[in-house]
Nanobody
Framework: QVQLVETGGGLVQAGGSMRLSCAAS????????IGWFRQAPGKEREFVST????????DYAHFVKGRFTMSRDNAKKTVYLQMNSLKAEDTAVYSC?????????????????WGQGTQVTVSS
């Protein structure tokens, strides 16, 4: 079992920045991709970004591309999501998840372990 804990959420003004962290414990972290997803009130969960096991490849949803950057530190078993130029529509609960393989995908069904999520609120 892998436990994932997200931190770094909160309230920020539009145009501001925030960095989320996802710390893993237990189980295996190193050889698996990690993804970030978000869910806004009344909306379905949506893919935000993913990073492969080594950190050499990332993929982003079109609506965050150029604004968000995902990275990982395998020694610390932690993944980061740097969010810049935040918009009100980025307001959501952000959750990280461990994939079932080393590549990652945009499909939430390909992720086995999920964190509880952290609230990000962007005021306009």
């Amino acid at each position: 079992q892998v436990q994932l804990v997200e931190t770094g959420g909160g309230l920020v003004q539009a145009g501001g920045s925030m960095r989320l962290s996802c710390a893993a414990s237990g189980g295996t972290f190193l050889y698996y991709a990690i993804g970030w997803f978000r869910q806004a009130p009344g909306k379905e969960r949506e893919f935000v970004s993913t990073i492969n096991w080594s950190g050499s490849e990332t993929d982003y949803a079109h609506f965050v591309k150029g604004r968000f950057t995902m990275s990982r530190d395998n020694a610390k078993k932690t993944v980061y999501l740097q969010m810049n130029s935040l918009k009100a529509e980025d307001t959501a609960v952000y959750s990280c998840a461990r994939s079932t393989d080393e590549y990652g995908s945009s499909r939430d069904g390909d992720y086995l372990y999920w964190g509880q999520g952290t609230q990000v609120t962007v005021s306009s």
